[in-house]
Nanobody, 130 residues
């Protein structure tokens, strides 16, 4: 069963940067759609970014476009989320997840709901403070 571990969260000031890492075990990332999601206190879970298997078509939530970058290192089998110019509203627990379906694609229009993702990490806290 796929297992995911996030790391890299912490405290950061507005305008600062942070890099999150997702380390999978039991499967190669490049064969599956994987995504980053976040959930702030009192709010619903939100899709942040998704990268498809293989050629890695990428999608972003409008709220992070131009500030966050998802990437995948196939040699190291790692998923990253580079967060630049962070804002107070980026404060949340960030999760990586995969649907666990071989050669899967991020579902256009619905990946952000997270409902097609079956395997989730424990999350890493990101707190933006002024």
């Amino acid at each position: 069963q796929p297992h995911l571990v996030e790391s890299g969260g912490g405290l950061v000031q507005p305008g600062g940067s942070l890099r999150l890492q997702c380390r999978p075990s039991g499967f190669p990332l490049n064969y599956y759609a994987v995504g980053w999601f976040r959930q702030a206190p009192g709010k619903e879970r939100e899709g942040v970014s998704c990268i498809s298997s293989g050629n890695g078509t990428i999608y972003y939530a409008d709220s992070v476009k131009g500030r966050f970058t998802i990437s995948r290192d196939d040699d190291k089998n790692r998923l990253y989320l580079d967060m630049d110019n962070v804002k107070l509203e980026d404060t949340a627990v960030y999760y990586c997840a995969t649907d666990g379906s071989f050669r899967s694609e991020c579902r256009i229009g619905s990946w952000g709901t997270g409902t097609s993702f079956d395997y989730w990490g424990q999350g890493t806290q990101v707190t933006v403070f002024s």
